[in-house]
């Protein structure tokens, strides 16, 4: 079946700090991939997603490459900053299973200033 | 600008009491989920459904049962509440269900304690 691996946490990085937070996972067929954040206090949102082998989702400054030929989905962003402090989740949907995700256990990142 | 509202956030129950967790979406989404989350895991889908009178059963259903009679709601029912049921729990819709990169849109998270 379907599961997803994300690096332990916490990752506690300064402002300005490089992060990256690795996602692999194994599916059948052909997989989305997506990354949801949580923000404390709140519920999950979607981040970004990428439909097809090297596509490259981004939003907020995040960048993830689908890469189908290690399996693997890593979360990038250049400088991050203390309003980045946050769970991040790996997920993906595949086949049929429209809207059953598969995710990550999640990844605790906190930034400080 | 509400989205999908869940209640309570917070609950402890005792053993083999019940209660209903409650989720309600003003999007006018078809699709509508419950998930679980342990510490350290990933969410787990519990029952999922497709539309008004249409549900099934997710990954982890065992100790659980839904409704859907409106296109708004899906409550969660704990008939027998047991000590492995604590977790906090996650609603969530999506507009059609008919593409696998559709966004879901989730609630807030209620957390519930079973002692």
């Known amino acids: 079946g379907n599961s997803v691996t994300q690096m332990e946490g916490p990752v506690t990085l300064s402002e300005e700090a490089f992060l990256t937070i690795n996602c692999t996972y194994t599916?059948?067929?052909?997989?989305?991939l997506f990354w949801y954040v949580q923000y404390p206090g709140e519920g999950l949102q979607l981040l970004l997603k990428a439909t097809k082998a090297d596509d490259k989702g981004s939003n907020k400054g995040f960048e993830a490459t689908y890469r189908k030929e290690t399996t693997s989905f890593h979360l990038e962003k250049g400088s991050v900053q203390v309003s980045d402090s946050a769970v991040y989740f790996c997920?993906?949907?595949?086949?049929?299973?429209?809207?059953?995700?598969?995710f990550g256990q999640g990844t605790i990142l906190t930034v400080h200033p | 600008n509400a989205g999908v509202t869940q209640t309570p956030k917070f609950r402890i129950l005792k053993i083999g009491q019940s209660m209903t967790l409650q989720c309600t979406q003003d999007m006018n989404h078809n699709y509508m989920y419950w998930y679980r989350q342990d510490p350290g895991m990933g969410l787990k889908l519990i029952y999922y459904?497709?539309?008004?009178?249409?549900?099934d059963k997710g990954e982890v259903p065992n100790g659980y049962n839904v409704s859907r009679s409106t296109t708004e709601d899906f409550p969660l029912r704990l008939e027998l509440a047991a000590p492995s049921q604590t977790s906090v729990y996650f609603c969530a819709s999506s507009p059609s269900g008919t593409s696998v990169a559709e966004e879901l849109f989730f609630g807030e998270g209620s957390r519930l304690t079973v002692l």
């Open positions: 997920a993906l949907s595949g086949g049929t299973s429209y809207g059953k995700l598969t």
């Open positions: 459904s497709v539309g008004a009178g249409i549900t």
């Open positions: 599916a059948t067929g052909y997989p989305s």
